[in-house]
């Protein structure tokens, strides 16, 4: 497997989010990837894009690390999972939604 961020593992986020109706924008930090989501925000009156999860690879022990963004912009972890599927799941699943999605 190519190091990361790549792009191949770039399309398969992005495609995962598109695939449940989701417009996102994914983009790529140091061993990883930030994700965005575009929606309309009625009180700016425009789309905007907020970041909604990062999601970074640790090749020592080969595992994903899912973090979120708190209001102050600084990234916390969330936890580690051995695929990245896994990890998308949570960042889309109910259970964190207050962490993930929450402008959905």
Same mark, same amino acid.
């Given at each position: 497997?190519?190091?990361?961020?790549?792009?191949?593992?770039?399309?398969?986020?992005?495609?995962?989010f598109t695939e449940?109706? &989701?417009?996102?924008?994914?983009?790529?930090?140091?061993? !990883?990837?930030?994700?965005?989501?575009?929606?309309?925000?009625? /009180?700016?009156?425009?789309?905007?894009?907020d970041p909604t !999860?990062?999601?970074?690879?640790?090749?020592?022990?080969?595992?994903?690390?899912?973090f979120w963004i /708190? !209001?102050?912009?600084?990234?916390?972890?969330?936890?580690?999972?051995?695929? &990245?599927?896994?990890?998308?799941?949570?960042?889309? !699943?109910?259970?964190?939604?207050? &962490?993930?999605?929450?402008? &959905?």
């Amino acid at each position: 497997m190519a190091k990361h961020p790549n792009e191949f593992t770039r399309r398969i986020i992005t495609k995962f989010f598109t695939e449940r109706h &989701l417009d996102v924008n994914v983009t790529t930090v140091t061993d !990883g990837y930030v994700v965005f989501i575009n929606h309309f925000s009625l /009180s700016e009156a425009c789309v905007i894009d907020d970041p909604t !999860g990062k999601l970074t690879f640790d090749e020592s022990r080969d595992a994903w690390d899912l973090f979120w963004i /708190s !209001g102050h912009f600084r990234w916390h972890a969330y936890a580690s999972y051995d695929k &990245l599927h896994q990890a998308l799941e949570v960042m889309y !699943g109910d259970q964190a939604a207050n &962490l993930f999605h929450k402008v &959905l």
